[in-house]
Structure formats: structure tokens, C-alpha cells
């Protein structure tokens, strides 16, 4: 395994709840480094869900999704988290779970461009139903 995996998506009505989970490979060191939630819907380019530091103690979301969303990690298990709550139909896209592994180990910062990130996972599709 090189790319993350991701996992936990489906079909839920508005209002309610999913939780992703992307588990990192263990050679790529995930545990160490930032990583990110990205969303793609039909017609529309990838953008920005939120995103975390090596240690979890800060994060970023966009402003769509902030008060609804929450990501969080478990480093020793190489994971990171996206719970989504009070879903809106809006919300329905694929989404994709990104690590940056480039760069010094344990850097306290996030990073909100696709282009700032070397693995993607494969996605998994949310659909929200009005």
C-alpha cells in the first residue's frame, strides 16, 4: 500500500451524519505528517474541506463546512477522521483524503491547496438526499 485509503462514505438524508476515516501507509511515515479532506461534485473542481497538522492540535476548514464538520487523527494508527454532521445536500461529492509527505517531519502547519499534497486516496462518494 503507497496511497491512502479512504473509507465510510454512502447515502444519508439531510441533517444527518457520516464519518470518514482515511487510514495512511505506514511507510509514508502518514502518522507524521499533515494532512487534508478535498471534495470533488460533478461539474466542479476539487476543493478545500478541511485540513490538520502532524499533531492534531491545529486545524482549518472552509467556511462551507465550519460548525458541521471535524477533523482529528490517530497517529498511532496512521489515521485521520472527517465527521460530518447536520449534512446538506450540498454536500454530495466524492471525497478525497491527501497526505503531504514532502518536506521535515512533525511541522505544525495545514495546508489548504491541493497542490501542497503528494498522496491522494482513491475517494469515496457522499450523497446526501434532500
Known amino acids: 500500500q503507497v496511497l491512502p485509503v479512504e473509507s465510510g462514505g454512502g447515502l444519508v438524508q439531510a441533517g444527518g451524519s457520516l464519518r470518514l476515516s482515511c487510514v495512511g501507509a505506514?511507510?509514508?511515515?502518514?502518522?507524521?505528517?499533515?494532512m487534508g479532506w478535498f471534495r470533488q461534485a460533478p461539474g466542479k473542481e476539487r476543493e478545500f474541506v478541511a485540513a490538520i497538522t502532524w499533531s492534531g492540535g491545529n486545524t482549518d476548514y472552509a467556511d462551507s463546512v465550519k460548525g458541521r464538520f471535524a477533523i482529528s487523527r490517530d497517529n498511532a494508527k496512521n489515521t485521520v477522521y472527517l465527521q460530518m454532521d447536520s449534512l446538506k445536500p450540498d454536500d454530495t461529492a466524492v471525497y478525497y483524503c491527501?497526505?503531504?509527505?514532502?518536506?521535515?517531519?512533525?511541522?505544525?502547519?495545514?495546508?489548504?491547496?491541493?497542490?501542497?499534497?503528494?498522496?491522494w486516496g482513491q475517494g469515496t462518494q457522499v450523497t446526501v438526499s434532500s
Open positions: 505506514r511507510h509514508t511515515a502518514a502518522g507524521n505528517h499533515p
Open positions: 491527501a497526505l503531504r509527505s514532502r518536506g521535515p517531519q512533525f511541522l505544525e502547519r495545514y495546508y489548504v491547496n491541493p497542490s501542497d499534497y503528494d498522496f
